[in-house]
C-alpha cells in the first residue's frame, strides 16, 4: 500500500479549494443549525495532522476555529467538533492544543462510527460529519444508513469521494483491463489489503463490477463509466437524504473526475446554503489562480453542469412553472438540476429579469414593508414569495 507520509509535505491547490469550501459553510451552518436549540456536533471522520508540514492549515484547524469563534460570541450554544485520527494522532492533538471545544480521538473512522453508531451517544444532536480520506479507504455505506436511522435532530454529510481512484481499483481487482491517467499519484492508493468484497461494502453493492465490465470489454470508455458510477451512488445517497449535491472535480486534459465532492442533507435551507458557497467559493478561487496564473486554472474545469445542457435558464425555469411556485422550492429544483453552476444571486438575477419582462409574475406575502413600501424583495427568509408565469410571455426558444 503507498505510503501517506509525503502527503502532508505541502499543501496541494485542490486541498486548499476542498478546505475553502468547507470554511464557506461551517460558521452559517452552525449559525443556522444553533436556533433548533439541540447539540451540535461537526466531526472530521480523518482529521489527519490538522496543519501540513509546510504550514498551512487543514480541515481540523478551520473546523476548531470556528467553533472557538462562534462561541465566543454566544457560549451557551452546545457544539463540539469530534476530530478522529489514528496515525497522525500525536500531531494533532499538538496542533489543536489551544482549542477547548475539541474532542481528539485516537481511532480509526470505522471504530469509531461504530461505536457512534451503537452506543446511541448523540440523542437528538445535530450531526455534520465531513468525511475526507486520502486515496481508497473503507468507507461503509451502511454507517451512512445507520446514521440516518439514529434519532438525531439534523444530518448532513460532506463527503469527499474519489471515484477515480475506486474505479482503478476495482479494476485491479476484478483484473479487468487498467485505464491511463497522468499525475494521479495523488488520487490512486493500491492497497493489496483491499478486496471485492469491501468494495461492494464502499459502494453497497456489486454495481460497479458490472459497469466496469463493459468498460473492459470496450462498450463505454471510462468517463462514461465513471459518470454512471457516481450517478448510481448519488442514488442511494438519495435513499437516506432528500437532497444531494455531486460536484465533480475535472481535469481538462482527460474530462475525468478526480474524485466527488458529495453533499446530503434533509434540508432545503441546507442544500440552497451549501450549493450557494460552493458556486461562490469556487468561482473566486479559480479567479484568483487565475490572476496568479497557477497551473490549477491552465489544469482543472470549474464543475458547469449548464454545458451539457441545451436549455437556456429562462426556458427551465418557464417550464417548472407549469404550476405556481413558491421561489425557494423554485431554487431547490434549479440546484438539483445544475448543481453549483448558478449561484442563488445568479438565480435570483434570473426570476428578477424575468419579472422585469412580465414572462413571470411574483406575488410577496406580506405585499408591504415596514415602512408600508411595495415589498420588492427576493429574500425568501422574509417574505413568502410565489411565481407563476406571465399572460404575455412565450418560451425565448420559440
Known amino acids: 500500500m503507498k505510503s501517506t507520509d509525503n502527503f502532508f509535505d505541502q499543501k496541494r491547490p485542490w486541498s486548499k479549494l476542498k478546505d475553502e469550501i468547507l470554511v464557506s459553510y461551517l460558521m452559517p451552518y452552525i449559525t443556522k443549525i444553533s436556533h433548533t436549540g439541540y447539540p451540535i456536533t461537526i466531526a472530521d471522520c480523518f482529521a489527519g495532522k490538522g496543519r501540513f508540514d509546510d504550514g498551512q492549515p487543514g480541515s481540523p484547524l478551520y473546523i476548531a476555529k470556528a467553533i472557538d469563534d462562534f462561541k465566543s460570541k454566544k457560549p451557551e450554544t452546545q457544539i463540539n467538533g469530534i476530530f478522529v485520527e489514528q496515525k497522525y494522532y500525536k500531531d494533532l492533538k499538538e496542533n489543536l492544543r489551544s482549542f477547548k471545544f475539541c474532542q ?14 451503537h452506543e446511541n451517544i448523540a440523542p437528538k444532536r445535530n450531526l455534520l460529519l465531513y468525511v475526507d480520506p486520502y486515496g481508497i479507504k473503507h468507507i461503509p455505506f451502511k454507517f451512512f444508513k ?23 481499483e476495482g479494476c485491479r ?43 473492459s470489454e470496450n462498450n463505454i470508455e471510462m468517463k462514461e463509466a ?11 445517497l438519495k435513499a437516506i437524504f432528500n437532497y444531494v449535491v455531486n460536484i465533480p ?21 441546507g442544500l440552497l446554503l451549501v450549493a450557494d458557497k460552493m458556486s461562490r467559493t469556487w468561482k473566486e478561487f479559480v479567479e484568483r489562480e487565475q490572476k496568479g496564473q497557477q497551473l490549477l486554472f491552465a489544469e482543472f474545469d470549474f464543475p458547469d453542469a449548464t454545458a451539457f445542457t441545451f436549455d437556456k435558464l429562462e426556458d427551465v425555469i418557464w417550464d417548472i412553472l407549469t404550476t405556481p411556485h413558491e421561489l ?22 434570473c426570476c428578477r429579469k424575468m419579472e422585469k419582462d412580465r414572462s413571470i409574475m411574483v406575488k410577496r406575502v406580506p405585499s408591504f414593508t415596514p415602512t408600508g413600501k411595495t415589498a420588492t424583495s427576493w429574500e425568501y427568509r422574509k417574505y413568502k414569495i410565489y411565481l407563476e408565469r406571465g399572460q404575455s410571455c412565450q418560451k425565448s426558444l420559440l
Open 328 to 349: 425557494k422550492i423554485l431554487l431547490v429544483k434549479l440546484v438539483e438540476k445544475y448543481g453549483i453552476s448558478y449561484s442563488e444571486s445568479e438565480l435570483k438575477n
Open 104 to 117: 481528539l480521538l485516537e481511532s480509526d473512522y470505522e471504530k469509531w462510527i461504530n461505536r457512534f453508531i
Open 146 to 168: 445507520q446514521i440516518g436511522d439514529l434519532d438525531l435532530n439534523s444530518f448532513e454529510l460532506l463527503l469527499n469521494f474519489n471515484s477515480f481512484g475506486f474505479l482503478r
Open 249 to 269: 472535480i475535472k481535469n481538462k486534459k482527460s474530462n475525468l473526475p478526480k474524485y466527488r465532492i458529495v453533499f446530503g442533507t434533509n434540508s432545503e435551507d
Open 173 to 215: 481487482l476484478l483484473e479487468l483491463r487498467d485505464f491511463d491517467c497522468d499525475e494521479d499519484s495523488d488520487v490512486y492508493e493500491k492497497d493489496e489489503a483491499n478486496s471485492i468484497q469491501r468494495m461492494n461494502a464502499i459502494a453497497d453493492g456489486h454495481y460497479w463490477q458490472k459497469i466496469l465490465r463493459r468498460y
Open 226 to 236: 465513471e459518470r454512471i458510477f457516481s450517478e448510481s451512488y448519488t442514488t442511494k
